[in-house]
């Protein structure tokens, strides 16, 4: 079972906006991940942020993490058209190195 | 260098037939892991190999499931007697380190 929800599911943007989208998960983590999907294949890491920092930036991607409420949020700045994609949350959890993943948010940019 | 291949790319099979997925991990990742992914939805865990350890094997959905990790490198992924509810599109991924994971193209199965 997915150990994540994410939200939204869906979201549609015009280019040059921001968009934010956001992860929650249920037991402790040691690292919360986010991945991007093309076309319903192979995943694209993006960032990873370790359970002990709150905010971390790559590029124009923005990840913050909250331990205490068990969520994080992926903000990407001025978006692209490229960036249309799904995007998800994955924990990397105390009992092992396998990822459990949220339902992904689909992200529609608008040219 | 190489990422992860995955063969074959699309299967179909009918129901009641074996598959056999392969991955081929980046050379030197000692962890290789399999996930499924049905239309629409996130990825599920369902085996973890890392070096000579014994697999986890705990998100095999049923004993129809089994996977080999041989030389600790190429992994096949055996699905028995297929069911269409065994459709979905199955991707492998490997990492160096405990982090970010390093996911192949997927094979997409279709059971009809």
């Known amino acids: 079972s997915q150990q994540g929800e994410e939200d939204p599911q869906a979201l549609s943007i015009q280019e040059g906006e921001n968009a934010t989208m956001n992860c929650s998960y249920k037991t402790s983590i040691n690292n919360l991940q986010w991945y991007r999907q093309n076309s319903g294949r192979g995943l694209v890491h993006l960032i990873l942020i370790r359970s002990n920092e709150r905010e971390k930036h790559s590029g124009r991607l923005r990840v913050t993490l909250d331990t205490s409420k068990k969520s994080s949020s992926l903000l990407i700045t001025a978006s692209r058209a490229a960036d249309t994609a799904s995007y998800f949350c994955?924990?990397?959890?105390?009992?092992?190195?396998?990822?459990?993943f949220g339902g992904g948010t689909r992200v529609l940019v608008k040219p | 260098g190489a990422g992860v291949s995955q063969s074959p790319s699309n299967k179909v099979t009918e129901k009641g037939k074996d598959v056999e997925l392969r991955c081929d991990p980046i050379s030197g990742h000692t962890a290789l892991y399999w996930y499924r992914q049905s239309l629409g939805q996130g990825l599920e865990f369902l085996i973890y190999f890392q070096g000579n350890s014994a697999p986890d094997k705990s998100g095999l959905p049923s004993d129809r499931f089994s996977a080999e990790r041989t030389g600790g490198s190429v992994s096949t992924l055996t699905i028995q007697r297929t069911q269409q509810e065994d459709s979905a599109v199955y991707l492998c991924?490997?990492?160096?380190?405990?982090?970010?994971?390093?996911f192949g193209p997927g094979t997409r199965l279709t059971v009809t």
């Open positions: 991924a490997s990492s160096l380190t405990r982090g970010e994971q390093y």
């Open positions: 994955a924990t990397d959890g105390a009992a092992g190195n396998k990822l459990t």
